[in-house]
């Protein structure tokens, strides 16, 4: 497989510009597509199902096979699913962990160094129906219906790029903790090893459960964790204190965020209506922080809780949940009718990086039912890690939407492998290798931070990270030396 990523750069970049060579862009992906090499007009697109309308619903991928030798001989495919409901996974392939990055501010895409696709071959999808350029009406109304379709098109995608015999991974971010577990979950069901090979699931800042957990509950412990950034006036502390207090929010993580667990967790959250899953009145104190947040910081960014003004321009118009776009934009730039063209997306579509749930819900009415009635993906979760015995959840510290320690509260709320939760807190330095190039290579070029940068832990097949701001001052010794040379073959070293 050749590697011409500059080419694409180019006119990626190009519209910016305000000129356009749409067709050096459709080469590459030909040739990095091999069943459409010789087929211009056959799109990536599968016909997933057809519903009973008659209307066809259809999911969206960008395909890159591996330029790593050893993945190829694995045979391995990893899935990244981004979440939100309604957040397209194309956005987080140019803005995370895809070959291109095009990060906002900048004037034009880079190529990533850090791929993911330099590891093993990885797919991007839009999906549920109803999300970036997927096709269709949205007919979803839990997640047994998301992991249906998704499974109808991975058989398609399977059989189009002779994938059968390969392992799979299932990866994501934030609402991929609801996707990533019920598609894992319904591969491994079918018994099925040519197609469906699970063999490991990854998830980032995942939404496991009721979304209180993550907010409400957790909100007062962050304001105290970021004092230093949010420095609310007395009046407003005392309000937080005693609102926590009132809705009994910190004697939840006091009783439950223990090493080992104490027990299981009960259904009704504490200050929310159990049949609404709204807070209670008086009990929306996720709400009134926010509000709070932003009359000292507008700029605030729930994503990353440390973004002050100014908002940056961004290419897929997030910014932070900002949606501001580049000047010279008039849509976000996978919206741009060459672009669209040169990636087999269906012209008539219009890309947003995330559905307004108000305006284009991807489940019907907009409502989840396997999130609202509980508890979410801990009904599948334990069955993924006992049939893989490889699942890593993570959590990012700057994480103001979905409040990291969800993640813990979730972890010792699952039974899998015959016990309840991790017997002990996690305290083992996460330890991220120092590659090579270094300041000299230029920022843009090595940007990646290196060291001890978090914790993690693993009992009985499930690993997580996390994180820290409190920076660890361990030092790994022990022969603890890192991997030199470029991101390669997975060298991510856990643990010292
Ligand atoms: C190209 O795509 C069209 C439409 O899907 C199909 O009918 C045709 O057989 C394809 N040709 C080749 C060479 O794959
Ligand atoms: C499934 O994947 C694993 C790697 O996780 C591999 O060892 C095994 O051989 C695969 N099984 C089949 C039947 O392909
Ligand atoms: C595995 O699934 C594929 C796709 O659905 C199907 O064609 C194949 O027959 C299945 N194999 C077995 C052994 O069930
Ligand atoms: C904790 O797990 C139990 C058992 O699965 C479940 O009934 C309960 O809803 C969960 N609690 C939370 C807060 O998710
Ligand atoms: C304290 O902060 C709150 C929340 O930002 C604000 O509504 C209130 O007016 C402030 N009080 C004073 C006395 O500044
Ligand atoms: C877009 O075009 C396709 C193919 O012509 C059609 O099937 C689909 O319904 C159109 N979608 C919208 C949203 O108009
Ligand atoms: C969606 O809302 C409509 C109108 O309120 C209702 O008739 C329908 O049953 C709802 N569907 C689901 C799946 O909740
Ligand atoms: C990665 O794999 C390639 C090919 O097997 C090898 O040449 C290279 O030295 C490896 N890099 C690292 C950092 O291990």
Redesign the pocket.
């Known amino acids: 497989m050749r590697w011409v990523l500059p080419s694409l750069l180019l006119c990626l970049a190009i519209p910016a510009l305000g000129a356009s060579k749409p067709q050096r862009l459709g080469s590459w992906l030909r040739g990095q597509l091999p069943t459409f090499a010789e087929n211009q007009t056959q799109s990536p697109f599968f016909n997933e199902r057809s519903s009973g309308d008659g209307v066809s619903h259809e999911l969206y991928f960008w395909f890159f096979p591996s330029t790593n030798p050893v993945a190829q001989q694995n045979k391995e495919i990893l899935i990244y699913l981004t979440g939100g409901p309604g957040c397209s996974s194309i956005g987080e392939l140019l803005q995370s962990n895809g070959p291109i990055s095009w990060q906002p501010g900048t004037l034009q895409a880079i190529p990533n160094k850090w791929s993911w696709h330099r590891l093993t071959n990885v797919v991007w999808v839009d999906q549920p129906v109803g999300t970036g350029f997927s096709q269709g009406t949205p007919t979803a109304v839990n997640q047994q219906d998301v992991a249906r379709d998704f499974l109808g098109f991975w058989t398609n995608f399977v059989e189009t790029f002779a994938l059968q015999g390969y392992a799979v991974y299932v990866t994501g971010s934030s609402y991929a903790g609801m996707y990533a577990p019920f598609i894992s979950s319904a591969m491994l069901d079918r018994k099925n090893k040519t197609y469906f090979n699970v063999s490991g699931m990854a998830i980032w800042d995942g939404l496991y459960s009721k979304v209180a957990l993550t907010q409400d509950v957790l909100v007062a412990s962050n304001v105290n964790k970021w004092s230093s950034i949010l420095p609310?006036?007395?009046?407003?502390s005392a309000?937080i204190k005693t609102i926590d207090a009132k809705c009994g929010y910190t004697a939840y993580l006091d009783e439950f965020l223990v090493f080992p667990p104490k027990g299981v967790q009960p259904s009704a959250l504490p200050g929310q209506n159990p049949l609404t899953n709204l807070p209670l009145p008086g009990c929306a104190l996720y709400l009134s922080v926010v509000?709070?947040v932003l009359?000292?910081n507008p700029c605030f960014s729930a994503f990353d809780i440390t973004l002050h003004c100014p908002v940056l321009f961004d290419p897929i118009g997030f910014a932070g949940g900002h949606l501001t776009l580049p000047p010279a934009f008039p849509v976000p730039v996978f919206d741009f009718p060459e672009v669209k063209a040169a990636l087999h997306a269906p012209a008539n579509a219009t890309w947003v990086f995330c559905q307004n749930p108000a305006i284009r819900p991807v489940f019907v009415n907009g409502t989840d039912q396997s999130l609202n009635a509980g508890p979410g993906s801990q009904a599948v979760l334990p069955g993924v890690i006992e049939r893989t015995g490889n699942v890593i959840l993570g959590h990012g510290s700057r994480d103001f939407l979905v409040l990291p320690e969800a993640t813990l509260l979730t972890i010792q709320n699952l039974t899998w492998n015959g016990r309840l939760g991790f017997q002990q807190r996690p305290a083992a330095p996460l330890v991220l290798p120092a590659h090579g190039g270094g300041a000299s290579a230029g920022v843009a070029a090595v940007a990646a931070g290196a060291g001890v940068v978090g914790s993690t832990h693993a009992e009985r097949g499930l690993t997580c990270g996390f994180e820290s701001t409190e920076p660890f001052t361990v030092d790994v010794g022990g022969g603890g030396a890192q991997p030199a040379g470029d991101l390669g073959n997975g060298t991510v070293v856990v643990g010292g």
């Open positions: 609310f006036n007395d009046s407003f309000f509000s709070a009359e000292l």
